[in-house]
T-cell receptor, first 109, second 116 residues
Framework: KNEVEQSPQNLTAQEGEFITINCSYS?????LHWLQQHPGGGIVSLFMLSSGKKKHGRLIATINIQEKHSSLHITASHPRDSAVYIC???????????FGQGTRLTINP | NAGVTQTPKFQVLKTGQSMTLQCAQDMNHEYMSWYRQDPGMGLRLIHYSVGAGITDQGEVPNGYNVSRSTTEDFPLRLLSAAPSQTSVYFC???????????????FGSGTRLTVV
């Protein structure tokens, strides 16, 4: 079993829908990252979380440390949100990220 | 600020050739790292560095060499290229790998490497 599991692996939705991507992990962590990779290949860091909730525009990330679970939400989704979303965790005491396999999101107009 | 500059963007090598992928950042980040991304495998850590003069192996270090002589630069060397090293390579940096410090990771634009 991977240390970081994302679900779903693929998600297709219509423009305007509320999107949720989930990330579960099996180790104690000091931080969790959400990354976005566009079809062109570039990777952008969206959020770094160690507790609670963060919001940036239409993106919201939450983390439940006790349940070892994080979610990334997109409100009022738009075709430009189509990308691969990657969850990565930094285990306690570690200096390197462990990555999930990514969730490929497609938003149709 | 340029962020993380990664060169080249594309490269084709013959089996057995060597080459260096360049990575430079201008944000005074202590932590730098190299990843490879293969279809269905996600990102995997090759090598990382927590500061000038300090490097360590990641998940898939075989066939690769790194050095960190300055804070800004973290080149990745392929010693004798093999078809299994065909991949997309990303360099990333951050202020610190530890929680609560900095704003996460900044990634380079990637290098698509093909070994024939």
């Amino acid at each position: 079993k991977n240390e970081v599991e994302q679900s779903p692996q693929n998600l297709t939705a219509q423009e305007g829908e509320f999107i949720t991507i989930n990330c579960s992990y099996s180790v104690g962590i000091s931080a969790l990252h959400w990354l976005q990779q566009h079809p062109g290949g570039g990777i952008v860091s969206l959020f770094m979380l160690s507790s609670g909730k963060k919001k940036h525009g239409r993106l919201i990330a939450t983390i439940n440390i006790q349940e070892k679970h994080s979610s990334l939400h997109i409100t009022a989704s738009h075709p430009r949100d189509s990308a691969v979303y990657i969850c990565a965790v930094l285990a306690q005491g570690a200096q390197k990220l462990v990555f999930g396999q990514g969730t490929r999101l497609t938003i149709n107009p | 600020n340029a962020g993380v500059t990664q060169t080249p963007k594309f490269q084709v090598l013959k089996t057995g050739q060597s080459m260096t992928l360049q990575c430079a950042q201008d944000m005074n980040h202590e932590y730098m790292s190299w990843y490879r991304q293969d279809p269905g495998m996600g990102l995997r850590l090759i090598h990382y560095s927590v500061g000038a003069g300090i490097t360590d192996q990641g998940e898939v270090p075989n066939g690769y060499n790194v050095s960190r002589s300055t804070t800004e630069d973290f080149p990745l060397r392929l010693l004798s290229a093999a078809p299994s090293q065909t991949s997309v390579y990303f360099c990333a940096s951050s202020y610190s790998p530890y929680s609560g410090q900095g704003n996460g990771y900044t990634f380079g634009s990637g290098t698509r490497l093909t070994v024939v």
